[in-house]
Antibody, heavy 126, light 111 residues
């Protein structure tokens, strides 16, 4: 059974960099049909996709966060990491890591998240 | 403001049928990108409920069904149960944003 677990500081100061790691167990991280993504949920709001990375290191990001986000992976450790710089209170959220499956159909590539971690609450406060 | 639009809340009595709507545009659902649905129960991780518009992952009861038409999609739950209470999100891909987009979520209350 595939499991994902987020880890990292629960409190980050404004203007600093938020760093989280997702550790994958019970499955491979090198399959070419999956990406590995980060999604967050701010208090009282819906889900927001942050970005994703492929097994070979290709990353793509939400344009609204792109200037501050970096996602990297370490397949040997079965981990992938999120860094979000210059954080403000608006970045306070539960951060989820998830496996993102993609497939081609009708001339398009489609994406969905089939396994999620439990989430990690990160509060931005001085 | 989410790219995909969902009503904030729906409610129903046990045993009833409820539906959730998800409205998009010509750069996502209307362009032909598939819609996926997630169930987010309090204190748990979001769970994939429906993928590729109509497909249920293994273990998801057939009380849950999805459909898509034009620029919108719907999720239906029949035989509503108390444990279904939670938030439901739709998700698709947007060609303008070049990434996944979610609806704002609909909170289901079982009366």
């Amino acid at each position: 059974q595939l499991q994902l677990q987020e880890s990292g500081p629960g409190l980050v100061k404004p203007s600093e960099t938020l760093s989280l790691t997702c550790t994958v167990s019970g499955g491979s991280v090198t399959s070419s049909i999956y990406y590995w993504g980060w999604i967050r949920q701010s208090p009282g709001k819906g889900l927001e996709w942050i970005g994703s990375i492929s097994y070979n290191g290709n990353a793509y990001y939400n344009p609204s966060l792109k200037s501050r986000v970096s996602i990297s992976g370490d397949t040997s450790k079965k981990q992938f990491s999120l860094k979000l710089s210059s954080v403000t209170a608006a970045d306070t959220a539960i951060y989820y890591c998830a496996r993102e499956k993609y497939y081609d159909y009708n001339a398009y590539t489609h994406f969905f998240f089939d396994h999620w971690g439990q989430g990690s609450l990160v509060t931005v406060s001085s | 403001q989410s790219v995909l639009t969902q009503p904030p809340s729906v409610s129903g009595a046990p045993g009833q049928r409820v539906t959730f709507s998800c409205s998009g545009s010509s750069s996502n659902i209307g362009a032909g990108y598939d819609v996926h649905w997630y169930q987010h129960l309090p204190g748990t991780a979001p769970k994939l409920l429906i993928y590729a518009n109509t497909n249920r992952p293994s273990g998801v009861p057939d009380r849950f069904s999805g459909s898509k038409s034009g620029t919108s999609a719907s999720l239906a739950i029949t035989g509503l149960q108390a444990e279904d209470e939670g938030d439901y999100y739709c998700q698709s891909y947007d060609s303008t944003l070049s990434g996944s987009v979610f609806g704002g979520g609909t909170k289901l209350t079982v009366l």
